[in-house]
């Protein structure tokens, strides 16, 4: 065949090819396009995110014949996550965060423009993450083509195909899925709108329910607030108040006063512990709400004016909505109103218990019947001992301090009143001391603060309690100005600076708590442990020379001191017990100086210490040559 035939033969076949191909790509296109219409109906009537990207993912592998596709979505803070995936063999891929900087994808969502590599794991363009290239890897993929999806000039996220043999995407092919990305991206973040205006609608309709049901719930509790104003007005007892709370509550109400009688209740609520009440007394008083006791109890403050503050229980085993607490609160000045009604005679008789005390710290000119039958009047024996505290609470809660103070006094048939920053409590006692730890040792506890106490007494009679008042006072001033703050002690434990603060000046009485024992002792056993003591301290705390000033063996001495030790305790040689021994021997010694014969007169420091310190019966070592 000659050459320029051959030649002719040649171009026709190329032209023929070249056909070929040009009617196969247009086919290819006009099939992507019909596939794309077909995507784009099922998708405009998909309401669904995840229906509406399962589609999308599903015709991206059928339209381009991927082994996976998914589709990752933009996270507020850059990074992104896959959502949905398709063609995966391993449950690793969906929920992936795809962090900044890492992988094809953030090129994709940072430049807004296709990215394809044709073996992933080894292509050094971008930034490789270890989560995501072990995704691949379990997947097997190799090739990997992505598409950005964008909305109004914002990627939402991208769209990926991948193959599990190593492959080179055609112009075409990366136009086809761009195209399907491009129509699928106005159509996610309009479901994703329709969504969070969803969201919003029933966020809107829960809230209007709640409102709902709150304006419900405050109809209601309106109402049996009504009810029970009706049933006061109307001369209702507690037990019919307690009855139709009940009723609404569905529990058991337990009515109690300050000293922990019940004044009525439906059913039986266990005692609790009297200072977690009290605590629970004070915080309701704070925060003028009803307060959680333990899981299934609630307590609520009854404050009627006039008497020490009760407390209203509340039992039942399912907690409390915010209506029914206001509805136990409701129910707990009801019954203080009742209870205000049922006193008023007796307010009306006679002061309230803190200006009755106040009467009588400021020894305020009165009759004494007069004042007598005040005190018999509020509960009090005006024959019996009584101490005075000055307490001053260390944290600033004086409201609870005060509500405490007056259910103590009210347990405890006393009186409280308040002084600047201090209550003033006058309590039945037979010694001042142990009442002030008493009484600062239950307030520290249930205020969870240090609290200092001064006491003085005890009181016999009412025109005793002014000075007493006083010395409490200055023992409260002398314990902060010592740097014992938290400290309760009277006059008597301060040893002599109690002495110079008290206003009785007893020098017998410290005598007695410094040397009583050896007192009791000498008496007792016919010792010289008194004697051997000053003679000690006069040789400059020296046996050997003390030996000499009493003219026996300086063994005899060393046993003596022993024994003192004994008696005394063995701190009694440091400088601050030292200088109170010494003080009370000087006392001691000028007193039998004036008063001769004062060791044999009933009710001198020798009979009390007897009284005060029995058992040492012991017999003394005898002396040395």
Request: charged share 25%; aromatic share 4%.
């Amino acid at each position: 065949m000659p050459r320029a035939r051959l030649e002719e033969l040649k171009q026709a076949v190329s032209l023929a090819l070249d056909v070929h191909t040009s009617v196969e790509q247009r086919r290819r296109r006009e099939a992507g396009l019909m596939a794309l219409i077909d995507t784009t109906q099922q998708m405009a009537f998909r309401d669904d995110l995840n229906d509406l990207l399962n589609t999308a993912t599903s015709q991206a592998r059928r339209l381009l014949d991927f082994d996976m596709a998914w589709i990752s979505l933009s996270l507020p803070d850059g990074g992104s996550y896959v959502h949905t995936s398709k063609g995966e063999i391993t449950p690793s891929s969906v929920g992936l965060e795809l962090a900044t900087g890492f992988g094809l994808g953030e090129q994709v969502l940072r430049t807004q423009a296709p990215l394809w590599t044709s073996d992933y794991l080894t292509d050094d363009r971008f930034h490789h993450s270890p989560a995501i290239d072990e995704v691949v890897d379990s997947e097997g993929l190799h090739a990997v083509l992505a598409v950005p999806l964008t909305h109004d000039g914002t990627c939402i996220g991208a769209l990926y195909g991948a193959s599990r043999g190593r492959r080179h995407f055609s112009p075409d092919e990366v136009s086809l899925l761009r195209s399907l990305a491009a129509m699928a991206a106005p159509a996610i973040e309009e479901t994703r709108r329709l969504e969070r205006i969803q969201a919003a609608l029933a966020k809107a309709e829960n809230e209007r329910s709640h409102l709902a049901a709150r304006l419900n719930g405050l109809e209601r509790l309106t109402g049996i607030q009504t009810r029970l104003s009706g049933m006061f007005l109307a001369g209702g007892t507690l037990h019919d108040i307690l009855e139709m709370a009940d009723g609404e509550l569905r529990g058991v109400l337990v009515l109690r006063d300050a000293a922990g009688r019940t004044l009525a209740g439906t059913g039986d609520i266990p005692s609790a512990d009297p200072e977690r009440v009290v605590r629970a007394l004070a915080e309701s008083h704070a925060i003028g709400a009803p307060v959680a006791l333990t899981e299934t109890v609630w307590a609520m403050h009854v404050t009627t004016g006039v008497e020490a503050p009760g407390v209203l229980l509340f039992q039942r085993s399912t907690p409390l909505t915010e209506e029914e607490l206001r509805l136990l609160h409701a129910v707990g000045q009801t019954t203080a109103l009742v209870q205000l009604l049922a006193h008023s005679a007796g307010a009306a008789a006679g002061p309230a218990r803190d200006e009755c005390l106040d009467s009588l710290l400021a020894a305020r000119a009165q009759p004494p019947r007069r004042m007598i039958e005040r005190v018999r009047r509020l509960g009090l024996d005006p024959d019996r001992p009584h101490a005075v505290l000055v307490v001053r609470p260390e944290g600033a809660q004086q409201g609870e301090a005060a509500v405490w103070a007056s259910s103590y006094t009210y347990r405890h048939r006393g009186l409280k009143t308040a002084r600047g920053e201090c209550l003033v409590l006058l309590l039945p006692a037979e010694d001042a001391s142990d009442a002030a730890r008493a009484a600062g040792g239950e307030l520290s506890r249930v205020l969870g603060h240090p609290v200092t106490v001064g006491a003085a007494g005890v009181a016999t009679g009412l025109g005793s309690l002014a000075k007493a008042h006083q010395e409490a006072r200055r023992c409260l001033d002398a314990l902060v100005s010592l740097g014992a703050t938290g400290g309760a002690a009277s006059a008597r434990d301060l040893g002599f600076l109690g002495l110079l603060l008290s206003d009785e000046h007893d020098a017998d009485t410290f005598i007695d708590s410094v040397l009583g024992r050896m007192l009791e002792y000498d008496s007792r056993r016919s010792t010289d442990l008194v004697r051997t003591l000053e003679a000690y301290f006069t040789s400059g705390s020296s046996p050997t020379r003390a030996a000499v000033h009493l003219h026996v063996h300086a063994n005899t001495v060393a046993r003596r001191l022993e024994r003192i030790t004994e008696l005394l305790g063995p701190d009694w040689q440091k400088p601050a017990n030292a200088l109170e021994i010494q003080l009370a021997l000087r006392l001691l010694r000028t007193r039998d100086a004036v008063y001769p014969g004062t060791t044999e007169r009933d009710g001198n420091p020798v009979d009390r210490a007897r009284a005060r310190f029995p058992g040492t019966e012991r017999a003394e070592e005898s002396p040395g040559p």
